[in-house]
């Protein structure tokens, strides 16, 4: 059985988090989604549990895919979940360049590989932070959310 952890901030989870989600569970056995937690940004512990709400309530219908916050180095998010890799996506070049230092710097500190999935070109335009944008001028952003 292998476990595949895939982390985010997920600030807010996104249609385009669900859909490499789903295509990682249909990879591997058990998909760890972690909601990394930066206590130096975090004020309002409330707000941790109602991202975790929406991502739970997005994903209750796929088997296999648990949730969980984590404070601290990936690597150890994943280790504490079991998982032996982990999974990121990827929409552009610029995400590519970030993602490959950021897989190469893992692997060397843990042994951990990251599988790197294509965005799906109906979400590769969505972004957490251009959904936050909206949000704060008042936009309707549900058709970019689960
Ligand atoms: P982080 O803050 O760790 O970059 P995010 O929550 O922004 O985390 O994203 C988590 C992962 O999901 C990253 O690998 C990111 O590239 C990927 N991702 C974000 N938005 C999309 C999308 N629309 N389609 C596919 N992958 C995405």
């Not at 648990?66 to 998010?77: I, K, N, P, S």
């Not at 994943?78 to 230092?101: L, P």
């Amino acid at each position: 059985m292998t476990t595949a952890l895939f982390p985010g901030s997920f600030d807010p989870f996104t249609l385009g988090h669900l859909d490499i989600a789903r295509r990682a569970r249909r990879m591997f056995d058990r998909v760890v989604i972690s909601v990394g937690v930066n206590p130096a940004k975090v004020t309002d512990e409330r707000e941790i549990e109602q991202r975790l709400d929406a991502i739970r309530r997005a994903v209750a219908d796929i088997d296999g895919i648990e949730v969980m916050a984590w404070q601290g180095l990936t690597v150890d998010a994943a280790r504490e979940a079991g998982a032996t890799v982990m999974v990121r996506g990827v929409r552009s070049a610029a995400d590519y360049d970030y993602e490959r230092s950021l897989a190469e710097l893992n692997r060397r500190i843990s042994g951990i590989d990251t599988v790197l999935l294509v965005a799906s070109p109906e979400y590769s335009s969505i972004s957490s932070s251009a959904v936050r944008e909206l949000q704060r001028f008042g936009y309707d952003t549900t058709q970019f959310l689960p």
